[in-house]
């Protein structure tokens, strides 16, 4: 059996699994979503948001993209932004990178990549931002591992720049979340992030009631 009609083999399981639990389980599928999460995670075939955050299909409205950057140029990532917030009314956004991702990592090698040289550069912008913490970490992989964690940070920021998000939290209590998932053991780590510490100092910029 070949790759391709393996996965339909898959499929076919799939919904006998589905049906022997639930008769009706498409039939409710198909009447609409409501889900409480948007996940914005990395494109990386290793990282699946269903799996990991052991969720079914309809719980989570997910975004995947290299290095799960929010992009304010990228319609793609501003329109799944907007439709989530503002249409599905989801509660939580969760931002998730990971560590071993190779977008950070590419990021940070002195090469040209061609059309990767734009979505990489913000990256490095990252790196710019948190240039002398960075350089003072002398291991090569744990200044990846800490630059996978400020660039959750600074995408989460970025998230919460954005006028969908800002009045969904003002009027609705909204929520941002930076997360990591730990490749080399499985665990979903929450940062932390404290954002009204770090967005006190940069709203009166970014503000747009």
Request: charged share 25%; hydrophobic share 40%; glycine share 6%.
């Amino acid at each position: 059996m070949n790759s391709i009609d393996k996965i339909f083999a898959n499929n076919e399981k799939w919904i006998a699994g589905k049906l022997s639990l639930d008769p009706h389980y498409f039939e409710n599928l198909s009447k609409g979503q409501s889900p409480e999460f948007l996940y914005i995670g990395c494109s990386d075939s290793r990282v699946t948001a269903e799996d990991l955050m052991g969720v079914q299909p309809g719980e989570v409205f997910i975004h995947r993209n290299i290095a799960n950057m929010v992009v304010s140029i990228d319609l793609n990532m501003m329109s799944v932004i907007n439709y989530a917030v503002r249409h599905l009314k989801v509660k939580h956004i969760v931002l998730c990178g990971h560590y071993s991702c190779g977008g950070i990592k590419a990021a940070m090698q002195p090469a040209d990549m061609g059309i990767l040289n734009p979505w990489l550069r913000n990256i490095r912008d990252v790196y710019r931002l948190h240039k002398d913490e960075l350089n003072a970490i002398s291991e090569e992989q744990a200044r990846y591992d800490r630059l996978v964690e400020l660039n959750v940070q600074e995408q989460c920021i970025n998230l919460i720049k954005t006028a969908a998000v800002q009045q969904a939290h003002r009027e609705r209590g909204l929520l941002v979340h930076g997360w990591v998932f730990d490749i080399h053991s499985g665990r979903l780590i929450d940062l932390k992030i404290d954002f009204p510490e770090i967005l006190k100092h940069i709203m009166e910029i970014y503000r747009l009631d």
